[in-house]
C-alpha cells in the first residue's frame, strides 16, 4: 500500500457497503473542500477583475507601446512574433486517412469535481 494511500485512509470515517465509488469524509476533508471552493470563486472573481484591469490599460495606452506614471514606465504593450500552427481540423478534412494513420490513444484522467 502506497503512503499516499495510507495518508488518505486517515481522513476517511467510512466506506459504504456495496457503493466503492462513494466514501464519507472527516471534518478534515470536508474543511479542505470549503476552503477550494471557496478558493476558486475567489480566482474565478480575480480572473473577471484582472481582464477588466487589463482592458482598462489597453484602452489608456490608444496606440501607444508605453503607458507612464510620474515619468515612470509602468506599462509595455508589445506586438508578439507572428507564428505559424499547424490546422489538424483542415488536414483531417482534407485526408482523413492519412490523419487516421496519426491518431494514438491517450490514457484518461480522472477530474476533481467540486459540487
Known amino acids: 500500500m502506497s503512503s499516499a494511500h495510507v495518508w488518505a485512509e486517515e481522513f476517511v470515517l467510512s466506506r459504504r457497503p456495496g457503493r466503492a465509488r462513494s ?3 472527516n471534518d ?5 473542500y470549503n476552503d477550494l471552493k471557496s478558493i ?5 472573481i480575480l480572473k473577471e477583475k484582472k481582464g477588466q484591469c487589463e482592458e482598462i490599460l ?3 495606452l490608444s496606440g501607444a507601446e508605453e503607458l ?3 515619468g515612470k514606465v509602468i506599462v ?3 506586438d508578439t512574433k507572428p507564428s505559424l500552427k499547424f490546422d489538424v481540423k483542415a488536414f483531417r478534412q ?3 486517412e492519412r490523419a487516421a494513420h ?3 490513444p491517450v490514457k484518461a484522467s480522472k477530474r476533481l469535481l467540486i459540487k
Not at 478534515?28 to 479542505?32: C, E, P, R, S, Y
Open 58 to 60: 489597453r484602452r489608456a
Open 28 to 32: 478534515v476533508v470536508f474543511g479542505a
Open 23 to 25: 466514501t464519507e469524509c
Open 68 to 70: 507612464t506614471y510620474g
Open 102 to 104: 496519426y491518431l494514438r
Open 94 to 96: 482534407t485526408w482523413p
Open 40 to 44: 476558486r470563486e475567489a480566482l474565478k
Open 76 to 78: 509595455t504593450l508589445k
